[in-house]
């Protein structure tokens, strides 16, 4: 038996398979990496029971075809460049962990516009302080709940996500705070098979969009319950000198993640070590370092830069500040970044200049992405305030 697999025509890559599947899933591994190196994937489960052969006359790439067919790749983590502008998506232990007392976060992130299989990923996140009128003196009980969805590819590959965190920071001295936090959501990824061609939909050269497709997909979407957790420590010696260092796992229950449901394919645990620090340099500068190191099985994300932040205005409550950064995602995009700090909000913009191996085909674009986050006080009678030194 001898069949030819064409892939995406800007790649010209093609093959030809002669009696086991060994050159096409090292093929599929090589190509799954290629593309989706900016999301946080892991590795290519070669599983030869379930094998589909996509072949497409016409339209652009079926990479996430393969992917999904083959059923060979667990779950892709979501992924922002802005990860310290994301808190409860990088570290439950974060959550609730600010001066304020309420929280709204958003992050939206288009990726690969041009080329045949852009991503898009938005996070919508509320954090807020329980308690907070004195009862836990200077240590911090917070809460949160965020929405994810992320859609990508051709086959409209949808991650929707809906949870919520817990954290307690603890005040350990008069400078030194730990927390820790725990994480649980519910989770479905689907994908939309009309918005496919197949050949056999393809008639004496007619594409015919009711005809069958001669593939047998019996399942679009699944669902799952993710748990997480993590800890956190500052040392804070003022408002612009202070030190976060963090460490969560997320998929800690490695739930089941597959469109087959004669699979047990299971997402390996993510383990996320991040850190960074607010340091003055003068009246009106400060240093922003911060770093993440990610880890799924054998896969590693390494990002890390520094910003740096100027001071318009610093008289109370009308406080002021650009923001300007550079970040670099090892062997995979350099990254800018841009910012306005006002009392209650921040918003800064960001964009990935692609230095992977996918640059032939994106010229060097990567995506851009944004982030908003506003924050409230509560203004509470004299007799409930008190002196919180955290922030």
């Known amino acids: 038996m001898r069949e030819k697999l064409l892939f995406a025509p800007s790649l010209k890559l093609s093959f030809e398979k002669e009696g086991n599947n060994t050159r096409l899933f090292e093929t599929l591994e090589y190509l799954s990496k290629l593309f989706i190196n900016n999301k946080f994937v892991t590795r290519i489960i070669k599983h030869s029971s379930n094998v589909f052969f996509l072949r497409r006359g016409l339209k652009g790439s ?6 999904l067919t083959f059923s060979s790749v667990h779950a892709q983590d979501l992924h922002f460049s802005q990860f310290y502008n994301s ?17 709204f976060v958003a992050n939206l992130r288009s990726q690969w516009a041009s080329v045949p299989v852009p991503y898009q990923t938005s996070s919508l996140a509320y954090d807020q302080k329980i308690l907070n009128d004195g009862r836990l003196g200077n240590d911090i009980f917070g809460a949160g709940l ?6 990508a590819g051709d086959a409209k590959m949808q991650t929707t996500q809906f949870g919520g965190n817990i954290a307690y920071t603890r005040q350990l001295s008069k400078m030194h705070f730990l927390s820790g936090g725990f994480r649980v959501l519910v989770a479905q990824r689907r994908f939309d098979i009309t918005a496919l061609t197949f050949d056999n939909q393809f008639i004496d050269g007619t594409f015919i969009p009711t005809a069958s497709t001669g593939e047998d997909f019996s399942n679009f979407n699944y669902s799952y319950v993710d748990l997480g957790a993590g800890i956190n420590w500052l040392f804070q010696i003022s408002k612009r000198m202070k030190f976060h260092f963090g460490m969560s796992v997320l998929h800690l229950n490695q739930p089941r993640a597959t469109f087959f449901e004669n699979s047990d394919f299971r997402q390996y645990r993510r383990w996320n070590l991040h850190l960074d620090a607010t340091v003055q340099l003068a009246d009106k500068i400060d240093l922003m370092p911060a770093a993440i190191f990610s880890m799924q099985e054998a896969q590693q994300e390494r990002l890390f830069g520094t910003a740096v932040r100027y001071h318009l205005d610093q008289r109370f409550a009308r406080e002021k500040s650009l923001i300007v950064g550079t970040w670099y995602r090892m062997n995979d995009a350099a990254i800018t970044s841009f910012g306005l700090s006002y009392p209650t909000w921040d918003a800064v913009v960001s964009y990935d200049f692609n230095t992977s191996d996918f640059n032939n085909a994106t010229n060097g674009n990567g995506g ?5 986050i506003y924050t409230i006080t509560t203004v509470k009678p004299m007799k409930d305030r008190k002196s919180c030194p955290i922030f």
């Open 368 to 372: 851009v992405e944004f982030s908003f």
């Open 87 to 103: 808190p409860q998506n990088i570290n439950p232990a974060l959550t609730g962990l600010f001066h304020q007392d309420k929280r």
């Open 146 to 151: 965020f929405l994810n969805y992320d859609i």
């Open 62 to 67: 079926l990479l996430v075809v393969f992917l």
